[in-house]
């Protein structure tokens, strides 16, 4: 038995020096990074240790504007791109015909670059002298006026920040639920149909039972990954988040990380507090699938 252990610890030994070397090690520098007041990158010193960092970062507007928009991306695209990846999914699981071309059309966005998407998407919505965009052109078709949403309002710029989120992480969501769509038993289908089941009936008391491991998944990723939006929004507004208005928690850290000489201290601080964040999210998603997950 004592070898048989040895031999586990042996296979796993890779494992745990990779995670301790990059995920382990950096946390916990990262935490002490963030009770040094005063930090200095150059030298390597600091004035002394407490919260001041937390008390500047939880007071600073331009945090305060990152934490609103962030959480403004979660609570719209988790939801709605997972809603409308489901529904997707379910119509090409009905599809017999051309199944794995529709499948395929679905998911370019994903492969294609995040950057090169955001350039296409501001080219659609941005206004410029010579032409409103093309989005513009669809509002005035139908009578309205047309809108900046590059530069223009603040609830234009989110608008379009979370409708290219969606676009964005939709592709994958669709590709696993397709997937986990294909693993339900067609028994379950038959034995409902001979009972005189509804549709609806059976997508919400089989499928979704079935399927409920994969939607729990994509809403824990989900979650995660649009907290830690960054990419997103560069590549619709550019470097400069704050001017903007459309800073992100992620851009946030990295101004302050890098921008007018680095404040380590106060960029590990706001790190902190977006993993406080997201972990207690995925602990209360954890406990709610309990309930609502059948594996």
Known sequence: MGEKNLKGWLYLLPAILFLGAFMLYPLIDVLIYSFEEGYNFTSQ????????????????????QALKNTFILVIITVPLSTGIALLISVGLSSIKKLRELFQTVYFLPYVTNTLAVGLVFMIL?????????????????????????????????????????????????????????????????????????SRLRMFTKITLPMISPSLFYLVITGFIGAFKAYSDAVALFGTDLNAAGMNTIVGYVYDMLYSSGGYPSYASAAAIILFVIVLTITVINLLVSKKHVHY
Request: charged content about 10%; hydrophobic content about 45%; overall charge negative.
């Open 125 to 197: 919505f941005q206004k410029t002298p010579y032409t409103d965009g093309f989005a513009n052109l669809i509002i005035q078709f139908f009578g309205g006026q047309s809108v900046d949403f590059i530069d223009g309002p603040y609830w234009a710029k989110m608008f379009v920040l979370c409708f290219y989120t969606v676009w964005v992480v939709m592709p994958f969501k669709i590709l696993i639920l397709t997937s986990a769509l294909a693993s339900v038993r067609q028994d379950y289908y038959n034995a409902a149909m001979v009972d005189g089941t």
């Open 45 to 64: 010193t600091f004035h002394g240790v407490g919260t001041y960092n937390y008390s500047y970062v939880l007071h600073d507007p331009f945090f305060l």
